[in-house]
């Protein structure tokens, strides 16, 4: 039945095992995450403060947990849940024995301890090494897809997959030789076609994770609507929301910085020169979203 998923044979879609504790996560959508959460006996573990919207629920399948709190002491066991909402300081529990506890995050926390977002963030942290201008691109890159995203209502599914792309939408580029990505003058044309395969490689290093949704994103974030883009030349609604997003705000932020081999347009002209490319490269009705968030934020 279309929209049923059934696991069986203990089957997850990605297990992080540490010391003391296995994860495995077992469903996630709409910005939703639900897991089995196993501890071995006499460990600490922390609830911490979230945000406003931010739930964790925990329901103990099999075990004993202590809570302690001033004066008051509670066993929570097999049967027993508990939860937090609002959280406003750390919360320690300690396990008296092994314990399974079904865990779900309103928000996506399952990134935090997974061994494949490890890996992507370790090539992150090779291709910012190389070009610093990377990372502080990407993480504003990110900022305003967050704004974009609210204004234009997004789903919580969805915002999560255009966070996670702006972050990697350039990862690709670990596969390009340094000394095309730090070139300081033009590039050649047989340099420029190791350039245009970075969507495509971005797409092959996340789809070996869970986030494995956001590959159609970070392939296509150099795509333009007239079919002028890499790496396949799609044209209009081919191209995904969220990639028309990311491909604005990349665009937009590249125009604004220094490189080693020019200096930054203003941000005016930055996007006197989106808008003079509306409905032929970019997304009209998304650029003039982007361009009500810029004077919102002052930069206009």
């Not at 942290?125 to 990407?138: F, G, L, R, V, W």
């Not at 030789?177 to 420029?192: F, R, S």
Request: net charge negative; hydrophobic share 35%.
């Amino acid at each position: 039945m279309a929209g049923l998923y059934i696991g069986q044979n203990n089957l997850c879609i990605e297990k992080v095992s540490k010391k003391s504790e296995e994860l495995s996560l077992l469903a996630k959508g709409d910005g939703t995450e639900v897991m089995l959460q196993k501890i071995k006996a006499d460990k600490f573990f922390v609830l911490s403060p979230g945000d406003d919207e931010l739930m964790e629920f925990f329901y103990v399948l099999d075990g004993t947990i202590t809570y302690e709190h001033g004066n008051e002491c509670k066993i929570i066991q097999k049967g027993d849940y508990f939860y937090t909402s609002k959280l406003n300081e750390d919360i320690c529990f300690k396990t008296n024995t092994e314990v399974s506890m079904i865990y779900f995050s309103t928000r996506p926390v399952f990134h935090l301890l997974s061994d494949e977002i490890e890996e992507l963030n370790k090539i992150s942290a090779m291709i910012e090494k190389k070009d610093m201008y990377t990372q502080q691109h990407n993480w504003r890159v990110h900022n305003f897809c967050f704004k974009i995203a609210n204004k234009i209502n997004l789903s919580k599914g969805r915002l999560e997959n255009l966070f996670y792309s702006a972050l990697y939408h350039d990862i690709g580029k670990i596969n390009v030789p340094d000394e095309i990505l730090l070139k300081a003058g033009a590039l050649t044309d047989k340099e420029y076609e190791f350039i245009k395969k970075h969507p495509a490689d971005g797409r092959k290093l996340v789809e070996r994770t869970y986030l494995r949704e956001i590959g159609e994103i970070i392939e296509q974030h150099h795509e333009r609507l007239d079919g002028s883009g890499y790496p396949y030349g799609l044209k209009g609604d081919e191209i995904c929301l969220e990639a028309k997003i990311v491909a604005i705000l990349d665009s937009f932020d590249a125009m604004i910085s220094d490189r080693p081999y020019r200096k930054g347009m203003a941000p005016s002209a930055a996007m006197e020169e989106l808008k003079r490319l509306a409905g032929i490269h970019y997304d009209r009705k998304i650029l003039e979203v982007f361009e009500e968030v810029l004077k919102e934020e002052g930069i206009l």
